[in-house]
């Protein structure tokens, strides 16, 4: 008797241990997935077009599928709760790793990642970190910084206009690491800041950067997904830069460059992170020192610029450089970091003052 019952006892621990689910030997937890498994979702909200900053993305998740990958798309999708149907469509079609590509997928992405907590997810510019949920963001703002540098050596006449969508953290540190930049060769210039309430706005972007020009600004810039504010403010004799790509054969003598990232190798790379095992749903904040954050061409630049734009680059690379440390006021006069601080991680993430030289508000 005792024997059977020591077998039965064997039978249902044997079978207790064949249910249990097997840990994933993975960093995450996530189940592993290899090469030929993985099937890629991107959500855009716009379409890729033929220049800015969605087309650059477009060109990472074109590096994923000359790789070997499967890719789908959903374009044009409003940061609403329209972004959980697309997602949803894109598991639906099979898609295990999923890319959103804007801030104000924020919580949407969230919604979605707790529903589906096998499938990866990384959001672009995002705050929120869980299991299957990582962010990823360059540290654009030392793009910024050199471009900066770049327009406070071409101005004459000390104004500079800059075109930003929403008085979003993301926004606020690139208009503020500029500003550094253009102090640090010209204390005496002054950054007229407009927002235009879109990341991809024709008309409004036309008409703003017209209104910066007509208003003093010799030199206009644009964190926006086209060069539609450059194109109107070259028409009207200002220096300009594009975003994310060249804007040199549309604007050969007005251009001076563009900040760019490396987003080819930058998708090769984490989408690698998951099929060896060491993907993690955590920030990736990643710079010049890491091969992400560059500059395009660079043309029409006032003399010895480009030896100041190469000695930040240098300071970047090897830590030395460092533009939040202080002191540092907003542009109320009040000091925001005192001398011998700096700014950490988190205060960056969710930076919410301009620095003194910013003509404008964030409201």
């Keep these: 008797m005792k024997k059977i019952v020591s077998l039965l006892m064997s039978c249902v621990l044997a079978l207790s241990l064949a249910i249990v689910p097997a840990v994933a030997d993975t960093a995450s937890g996530l189940p592993a997935l290899t090469a030929e498994e993985i099937h890629i979702g991107a959500v855009f909200n716009t379409e890729l077009g033929t220049e800015g900053f969605s087309y650059a993305l477009g060109q990472g998740f074109a590096a994923l599928e000359t790789a070997g990958y499967k890719v789908d798309y959903a374009f044009n999708v409003p940061e609403s709760a329209d972004c959980e149907t697309a997602i949803e469509n894109l598991i639906n079609q099979g898609c295990n790793v999923i890319y959103a590509t804007s801030y104000g997928y924020g919580e949407y992405v969230a919604n979605e990642a707790a529903i589906h907590p096998d499938v990866y997810f990384n959001h672009y510019s995002g705050s929120t970190n869980a299991t299957n949920l990582a962010t990823f963001f360059p540290k654009n703002f030392q793009s910024e910084y050199l471009c900066g540098i770049i327009a406070g050596k071409r101005t004459a006449t000390n104004q500079i206009g800059y075109l930003c969508s929403y008085p979003i953290p993301e926004c606020v540190r690139m208009v503020d690491a500029f500003t550094l930049g253009a102090k640090s060769v010209n204390p005496d210039v002054t950054v007229n800041v407009k927002w235009t309430g879109s990341w991809f706005d024709p008309a409004t972007e036309t008409a703003t950067a017209t209104e910066l020009v007509n208003s003093g600004s010799d030199v206009v810039i644009a964190y926006l997904d086209s060069l539609n504010a450059a194109i109107a403010a070259a028409n009207l004799g200002a220096y300009v830069f594009g975003y994310a790509t060249s804007g040199y054969d549309t604007l050969p003598k007005a251009y001076l460059t563009s900040p760019a990232c490396d987003w080819e190798n930058f ?75 700096t700014l950490d991680d988190a205060a960056l993430l969710s930076l919410n003052w301009f620095v003194n030289g910013v003509n404008g508000s964030v409201q």
């Design 267 to 341: 998708f090769v790379n984490d989408v690698k992170r998951i099929t060896d095992g060491t993907w993690t749903g955590t920030n990736q904040w990643l710079g010049i020192q890491d091969g992400l954050v560059s500059l395009c061409d660079m043309h029409n630049l006032a003399d010895g610029t480009e030896d100041l734009v190469n000695t930040a680059i240098a300071g970047f690379k090897d830590g030395s450089l460092d533009i939040w440390k202080g002191e540092i006021l907003d542009n109320a006069g009040n000091v925001t970091v005192p001398a011998g601080q």
